[in-house]
């Protein structure tokens, strides 16, 4: 069973790296990977600080337990901006995303997988897709 002692190693001893439980890091310099992004810091060539580590059903047995890595928010960089090819691939993409891959209507969500990317409720008949659909003027 993960107890407060067992998830509890600051000199990293036995895990490797500084280790704390969930909730609990003692400096507020140390930031998770998706607490960087959120800030718009990247992680390139960081290495891992300290960790978290908390009990969870998830972790593929009863008394499992997992663990995330902490970066040190001083050293992280600024996120690269994407390139203007980047951002048509990317607006490209979403488009494909959000079309009907049958009658190319457009909707206001990501259409899922599962059936195809078609219509959520079947294809309506009686839509027309116009001339100058944005797939097409994508593509």
Same mark, same amino acid.
């Given at each position: *069973? &993960?107890?407060?002692h &067992?998830?509890?190693?600051?000199?990293g001893?036995?895990?490797?790296?500084?280790?704390y439980?969930w909730g609990?890091?003692?400096?507020? !310099?140390?930031?998770?990977?998706?607490q960087? /992004? &959120?800030?718009?810091?990247s992680?390139?060539g960081l290495? +891992?600080?300290?960790?978290? *580590? $908390?009990r969870?059903?998830?972790?593929?047995h009863r008394?499992g337990t /997992? =663990?995330a890595s902490?970066?040190r928010?001083?050293?992280a960089?600024? +996120?690269r901006p994407l390139?203007?090819g980047?951002e048509?691939?990317l607006c /490209?993409?979403? *488009?494909?995303?959000?079309t009907?891959?049958e009658?190319?209507?457009l $909707?206001d969500?990501c259409l899922?997988?599962g059936?195809g990317?078609?219509c959520?409720?079947?294809c !309506?008949? =009686?839509f027309? &897709?116009?001339?100058d659909?944005?797939l097409?003027?994508?593509?």
């Amino acid at each position: *069973m &993960a107890t407060f002692h &067992a998830l509890y190693d600051p000199t990293g001893s036995r895990h490797g790296v500084p280790t704390y439980p969930w909730g609990w890091v003692p400096d507020p !310099d140390l930031r998770t990977k998706a607490q960087l /992004r &959120a800030e718009g810091l990247s992680i390139a060539g960081l290495e +891992v600080a300290a960790q978290i *580590m $908390w009990r969870s059903r998830r972790a593929g047995h009863r008394l499992g337990t /997992r =663990t995330a890595s902490l970066y040190r928010r001083s050293l992280a960089r600024p +996120v690269r901006p994407l390139t203007p090819g980047q951002e048509r691939a990317l607006c /490209r993409a979403l *488009m494909a995303r959000h079309t009907c891959r049958e009658c190319e209507r457009l $909707w206001d969500f990501c259409l899922p997988t599962g059936n195809g990317g078609q219509c959520p409720d079947g294809c !309506d008949a =009686t839509f027309e &897709a116009p001339e100058d659909a944005p797939l097409a003027a994508a593509a």
